[in-house]
């Protein structure tokens, strides 16, 4: 959407992401949900994270947060006297499920397999908790889930000395962009002590993606949880070499691990 539909539609749904939101969900929905996770596997000596974990678990939270409450109901979101009507409630609902899923879920796999082939920095982070909210900014530059958006012109523009017409498709690589040795050196090296500097894998402008702060907040409660239920946590020599795939959409197939 354009402006100003898109702004009108954003305010509508944005509240459900707010801090103070995120902060209760944090407690009452991603913590249960990851032990619940996490449950389904602690007995077993080798799992595969992608199948069990990775996906499992933003599925559970996202399903557990549409779930309306029936206390919620009365309470529908309301911008300038616009509210959602049913129609645009099952159409947020049919975005915002998959999305839900698709950022953490692929985000999530390429950190843990950045963190299992690069196991100093998985004991620094169980050594020292203060970086996993790093971790998790470096797995998202490093691997970012979905490389590129597609846009199209509104009007005639020059880009870095490149003419651009009116009304044409035009497809931003912000994986691309997080590997820029200009702003990111060394780029193709996963560094969770790197220093800070923002990156895009979450876009960029009035269309940043809405649930960032969820994926977030999932991450950093799967890690903590990791880190204190599996200590021992490592690749498993018995399976192929885990690699990470994808054109548009990218994260492994299998992270398949010993726990014992």
């Not at 995120?22 to 449950?39: C, K």
């Not at 497809?171 to 040795?181: K, P, Q, S, T, Y």
């Not at 548009?248 to 691990?257: T, W």
Request: charged letters at 25%; a negative charge; glycine letters at 4%.
């Amino acid at each position: 959407m354009d402006e100003p539909e898109h702004r009108l539609y954003r305010a509508l749904v944005a509240p459900a992401f707010r801090p103070k939101v995120l902060e209760r969900w944090q407690t009452t929905v991603v913590q249960p949900a990851i032990d619940n996770v996490i449950d389904t596997f602690i007995n077993h000596d080798r799992v595969d994270l992608v199948e069990h974990l990775t996906f499992a678990f933003p599925a559970r939270v996202i399903a557990r947060i549409l779930g309306l409450p029936e206390q919620d109901v009365a309470n529908q979101s309301e911008v300038d006297g616009h509210r959602l009507d049913d129609d645009a409630i099952f159409a947020s609902v049919k975005m915002l499920l998959p999305a839900g899923v698709e950022t953490t879920y692929r985000s999530l796999g390429n950190l843990l397999l950045g963190l299992l082939t690069h196991t100093d920095q998985l004991q620094a982070l169980q050594h020292d908790r203060a970086l996993i909210g790093p971790a998790i900014e470096e797995g998202l530059r490093w691997q970012t889930p979905f490389l590129m958006v597609a846009r199209q012109t509104t009007r005639d523009t020059d880009l870095a000395g490149i003419h651009i017409p009116a009304d044409q498709h035009v497809f931003i690589f912000v994986a691309a962009a997080n590997h820029d040795e200009r702003r990111h050196p060394d780029p193709e090296a996963f560094n969770i002590s790197r220093a800070a500097t923002p990156h895009i894998a979450f876009g960029t402008g009035p269309h940043i993606c809405l649930g960032m702060h969820l994926t977030r907040a999932e991450s950093h409660a799967a890690l903590e949880r990791i880190l204190d239920r599996t200590p021992n946590i490592r690749l498993d020599p018995d399976q192929p070499e885990p690699r990470i795939r994808g054109s548009v959409l990218r994260s492994p197939d299998a992270v398949n691990v010993l726990l014992r």
